[in-house]
């Protein structure tokens, strides 16, 4: 019922930006809390930032926070991850994913088994 398409993903110098870009169609995005995962070559899928279904409540993991930002264009079905200060280390398949929530939920949500609905995922590559 949900379907999830990443966009963005590109070659980027060490301190560059990128922004990610995940379209969704289903249910409205109002019912929808979202994040980014990330994973690298022999590493787990792991949190990156999330986001609640009106976009008002973020996480983010340690490493990222100052740097990423995530947000939501609700009348776009879209959700954002704007990349700033990129370094070798945040190279990764980011893959965008979906809870379906109740209507103005605010809840987050860390964990990727807490998310039924993924994208293929875009590769972010950052030279040294």
């Known amino acids: 019922q949900v379907q999830l398409v990443e966009s963005g993903g590109r070659l980027v110098q060490a301190g560059g930006s990128l922004r990610l870009s995940c379209a969704a169609s289903g249910p409205t995005s109002s019912t929808l809390a979202m994040a980014w995962f990330r994973q690298a070559p022999g590493e787990e899928r792991d949190l990156v930032a999330c986001?609640?279904?009106?976009?008002?409540?973020?996480h983010y993991e340690d490493s990222v926070q100052g740097r990423f930002t995530i947000s939501r264009d609700n009348t776009e079905n879209t959700v954002y991850l704007q990349m700033h200060s990129l370094k070798p280390e945040d190279t990764a398949v980011y893959y965008c994913?979906?809870?379906?929530?109740?209507?103005?939920?605010?809840?987050?949500?860390?964990?990727?088994?807490?998310?039924?609905?993924w994208g293929q995922g875009t590769q972010v590559t950052v030279s040294s």
């Open positions: 986001v609640s279904a009106r976009g008002h409540i973020t």
């Open positions: 994913a979906a809870r379906v929530v109740g209507w103005n939920s605010g809840v987050t949500y860390t964990r990727a088994d807490e998310y039924a609905y």
